[in-house]
Structures are given as C-alpha cells and as structure tokens.
T-cell receptor, first 113, second 116 residues
Framework: SQQGEEDPQALSIQEGENATMNCSYKTSINNLQWYRQNSGRGLVHLILIRSNEREKHSGRLRVTLDTSKKSSSLLITASRAADTASYFCATDLLTGGGNKLTFGTGTQLKVEL | EPEVTQTPSHQVTQMGQEVILRCVPISNHLYFYWYRQILGQKVEFLVSFYNNEISEKSEIFDDQFSVERPDGSNFTLKIRSTKLEDSAMYFC??????????????FGPGTRLTVL
C-alpha cells in the first residue's frame, strides 16, 4: 500500500456529531500535517504534529500520532455544515532533501444539517 | 494574513503548446514547491526549490518541466510541450525556512490546467 492512506474514504455525519479520520503511513516521518480541501479549491493547512508529539489540539481539531503503529487520527468535534470538505494527511519524511510532502488519498467528509 | 497566490486560476491550452504557471510565494519564505492533483486523485509532489536551485524532483518532473525564480517574488513552472495527461490542478507551496519552526507548507489556490 502507499504512504499516507486515509480511512474512511467517505464519511457522512449529522451536524453536531464528531468526525474521526485516520491516516496510516509506511516510513519514518519528521512530521505529519493535515490539510482540508473544499471541492475544486486549494489546500488549507490545518495542523502539524511532530514525530515526538502524541497529541495536539487546535480549536475543534484534535490530532493524535502513534509512531509505533505509523498512524494518525484527526478528530473534528461538534461538526458544522461548513466542515464539509476533503481531508488529507501529508507526511514529511525523514529522508530526502527539501521536505517534500507525501499526501494520502483523502477522506471526503459530508456534514448534513 | 500573508498567502500564496497563483495565476491564472484556469488555463486551457492545446496539446504541444508551452504553458507557464505563476506563483507568488509568501514573502521571506525560502523553500518553494510545485505539486499537482489529477482530478479525483491524490496530490503529488513535483519539485522543490531552494537557494535558486532544484533540491528534489519526482519522476513526474521530466525534461518537459522546468522551474524558475526570475525575480525576488515570482516562482514559475513551465511545461514545454503539454500532453493530455498534464491536465491537472497545479499547486504552488512555500515554507519559511529549515528547522522545526518552519515545517508548515502553505499552499496557493491552484491553477487548473486543461490540455485539449
């Protein structure tokens, strides 16, 4: 499988519910970043978690990182219709120069009223 | 708040034509990147650029592609002879510096390239 795979591929919830998206990766990382993309639009940086961190919060977002399992999760609490978007994890690998990001396949989140 | 900008937002071209996609990274950023996203697929790294030279490039970034920072503000991606499969959304990104304080990459809104 590929570096950076999210599951589920699609998630549909009601407004006010929590949404959890997971990301798995294969090789050692420097950090992992989560981005949001509204349909056909650009990528918005949400949060970065470093390899020596286990949990990070930003507003309604909570990110966890388990380097032993090579996985991360993004939790959006009290979701809103405006959270409807695709969410991607991106890994910044330890090897290689330039800190390129390797993106996952994304989770399409739909928050219904 | 500073942001990465890209022009044009949509470019339509004929197969075999040259295109130049333009980006203005966040000022005082030092690292610059191009990524692309074919419709319905994941975002793929193309090239990274630092200190006026390419620091890393992917297999996608063949001889048909080139990047340039012609002045202190613009960062361009040129595709010499476009193919149908070059149709994609192209994203520019920039990063402040090296070291732990500068890990976030900030992306522009993208240029949608359509090759007919």
């Amino acid at each position: 499988s590929q570096q950076g795979e999210e599951d589920p591929q699609a998630l549909s919830i009601q407004e006010g519910e929590n949404a959890t998206m997971n990301c798995s990766y294969k090789t050692s990382i420097n950090n992992l970043q989560w981005y949001r993309q509204n349909s056909g639009r650009g990528l918005v940086h949400l949060i970065l978690i470093r390899s020596n961190e286990r949990e990070k919060h930003s507003g309604r977002l909570r990110v966890t990182l388990d380097t032993s399992k090579k996985s991360s999760s993004l939790l959006i609490t009290a979701s809103r219709a405006a959270d409807t978007a695709s969410y991607f994890c991106a890994t910044d690998l330890l090897t290689g120069g330039g800190n390129k990001l390797t993106f996952g396949t994304g989770t399409q989140l739909k928050v219904e009223l | 708040e500073p942001e990465v900008t890209q022009t044009p937002s949509h470019q339509v071209t004929q197969m075999g034509q040259e295109v130049i996609l333009r980006c203005v990274p966040i000022s005082n950023h030092l690292y610059f990147y191009w990524y692309r996203q074919i419709l319905g697929q994941k975002v793929e790294f193309l090239v990274s650029f630092y200190n006026n030279e390419i620091s890393e490039k992917s297999e996608i970034f063949d001889d048909q592609f080139s990047v340039e920072r012609p002045d202190g503000s613009n960062f361009t991606l040129k595709i010499r002879s476009t193919k149908l499969e070059d149709s994609a959304m192209y994203f520019c990104a920039s990063k402040g510096g090296s070291g732990r304080a500068y890990n976030e990459q900030f992306f522009g809104p993208g240029t949608r390239l359509t090759v007919l």
